[in-house]
């Protein structure tokens, strides 16, 4: 399990912030069932859904701005979980983009490319892995969304989520697998034990669309996120 527990430059959890964090959490002084349920409530709801500037973004840069999607808080969590001593490594997958219908304009959505990189992180304990998704969609964000569609029960795809329930997606962390986006994966990517080498192998935008995207479509999508995190 050693190598699912060092530090790298995105997974930086010796940064005084974390370790701050640390000294005020207190994960370290519990049990690892009951750190690791903690540590993933506050990666999905302090650390609030919405796009961020870069999938290489470090552990302690999410942190700071306290937002992020799939890729930038699976790095939060995996640092905070090494840093406690519990392993984990990451899944990439291949995910449709048709799951953000809704939270980014049509305009934008036609703009995108129809796939993107995606990842969960997987979590060793009690002697087996489980796979982890459900802490991109903060809580107060899905309320809104579960009351927006409150009279829709089965399967649900747009505003970032794809499930087989939207009124019980099984995010919630309870011992077992959690998923929020699982519905929209096409393909696995493979596992890695560290985020940087999956970004350094696979990226979702360059050139020209990457820089529209850094310095002004996320800001579009993000100040929609907030509104409708608001509206509940």
Known sequence: MKEYLAPTPLLNFAHPAIQKLLKTQQWQYLNSLDALKSIYDFVKDEIKFGYSSDDTLSASHVLKVGYGQCNTKGTLLMALLRAVGIPCRLQGFVISNDLKQGVMPSWILSLAPKTIIHSWVEVYINEHWLELEGYIIDNAYLKAIQQRFKNHHGPFKGFGIATPCLQKP???????????????????????????????????????????????????????????????
Do not use: C
């Open 170 to 232: 099984g995010n919630e962390f309870v011992g077992s697998h959690t998923y929020i986006q699982r519905d929209s994966i096409i393909k696995s990517l493979g596992l890695f034990t560290i985020p940087d080498s999956f970004y350094h192998r696979f990226s979702n935008l360059t050139g020209i669309k990457k820089w529209l995207y850094q310095h002004w479509l996320r800001h579009i999508i993000n100040r929609r996120i907030k509104k409708i995190r608001a509206s509940l």
